[in-house]
């Protein structure tokens, strides 16, 4: 609270408007999203068998608890204008009740277009009136994606038709994590919170292969100063899982995003995850890197040729690192303290082999295999 009272006085002497003031994400949001894996092959059956899976694998107590339906599930108005779910959502307000009764959350998709980007109905025109309909329905997150709106508005107006939901979902009085997707253009991270997003996508879309989320993922250094408690950086939905990468890579992608405080969505069939994948997701260590309350986003400190080292600030003046080797083959990757300001002997802790690797000193390395990480937290 004082933080925010003192960011917003900041701003204000800088003549700048102050933010919006977020109850909304103060950590990065978990879930899973139906895009990645399904695209247009999500119904309403699936949505409910993702919830239950979300329940028993674990992945809901790891902190994963929005269930984002993505585009597809659109049908058309009625007399009235409303917007109605098409066949394969029978009925969005008893499905939001079945997500929220296994104490999850529940998410939607559209545009400011006249159409999604998968050409259905988008809400154009409507904005106030479709946000009525997804609080009315219990939907607690909206992804607002550009797609057509490129045909119907100047590019220059993005930041006013961003606001323009945002009011209409405030207006509402439901809590609804709001989460803009216009693929990073005009700097979106610079307007994006006052806009009234609690999170932006940085990039275009991922892939699940190593070349397209190792772009994404060390494109984002330099951002960092633009994430914070209520409004995030997103560089895209997680592919771990999908099967396009190895269980390495899939470390290294959840390690980047959690330096990197990025909403945290799954985006696999979680009915049919090998205990690996859930291994790998429900790694709380892990996951604690990204969803660590003070909220700073990760950033690069050293690179060596394909070696290189990320940090991110912690809260208590610990530290999370990364070591990364985006490389052929395997190699050692050095830490030094001075790069973090630190001196002296720290102790530090393997987050993904969960044991203790003693105190270091000035500097160290470790080896580590291609297209993999050795994440740290410091002590
Ligand atoms: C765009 C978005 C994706 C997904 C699809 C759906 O490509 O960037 O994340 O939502 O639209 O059509």
Redesign the pocket.
């Known amino acids: 609270m004082l933080r925010s009272l003192f960011t917003a006085a900041a701003l204000a002497i800088a003549g700048m408007p102050p933010l919006p003031a977020q109850e909304l994400a103060a950590t990065p949001p978990m879930g899973w ?1 139906s ?1 990645n894996h399904f ?1 247009a092959k999500i119904d309403d059956k699936t949505v409910r068998e993702i919830a239950d899976a979300m329940v028993s694998s674990g992945m809901r107590d790891a902190g994963y608890v929005y269930v984002n339906i ?3 599930w659109e049908g058309e108005r009625d007399a009235q204008g409303n917007i109605l779910a098409n066949s394969k959502f029978p009925d969005m307000k008893a499905l939001a009740d079945y997500v929220h009764g296994k104490g999850l959350k529940i998410g939607i ?1 559209s545009s400011p277009g006249p159409k ?3 050409e259905y109905e988008g809400s154009y025109k409507h904005e106030e009136q479709d946000a009525r309909t997804y609080a009315a329905w219990g939907i607690d997150y909206l ?1 607002y ?1 550009w ?1 057509s709106a490129s045909k119907v508005y100047l590019r220059s107006d993005m930041p006013k038709i961003y606001k323009l939901m945002a009011d209409a979902l405030k207006a509402t009085g439901r809590p609804i994590v709001y989460s803009l ?1 216009q ?1 990073g253009m005009d700097k979106v991270w610079e307007w994006g919170a006052r806009s009234g997003g609690n999170l932006w ?1 940085t990039t ?2 991922i892939e699940d292969k190593w070349k397209s989320m190792e772009s994404i993922g060390f494109k984002q250094n330099g951002l960092e100063k633009y994430a914070g408690p209520g409004h995030w950086n997103d560089p ?2 997680l592919e771990v899982g999908n099967g396009g990468m190895t269980a390495t890579e899939y470390r290294a992608h959840l390690s980047l995003w959690s330096l990197l405080a990025a909403p945290l969505l799954a985006g696999n069939d979680l009915r049919s995850m090998p205990s690996e994948t859930a291994g790998i997701l429900t790694n709380r260590e892990v996951v604690a890197i990204d969803q660590d309350a003070l909220g700073k986003q990760g950033y690069r400190v050293a690179q060596e040729g394909a070696n290189e080292v990320w940090a991110k600030p912690l809260a208590g003046g610990e530290w999370a690192i990364g070591l990364f080797n985006r490389g052929p083959e395997t190699a050692k990757v050095t830490v030094r303290w001075k790069d973090f300001g630190l001196s002296g002997k720290h102790r530090v802790r393997d987050l993904w082999a969960h044991h203790d690797r003693g105190n270091q000193k000035d500097q160290f390395w470790y080896e580590v295999p291609s297209h993999g990480v050795v994440l740290l937290r410091v002590k």
């Open positions: 999203n895009w695209e993505d585009d597809t998709y999604t980007c998968a992804k994606d797609c997707c693929y996508r275009g879309d895209d939905m």
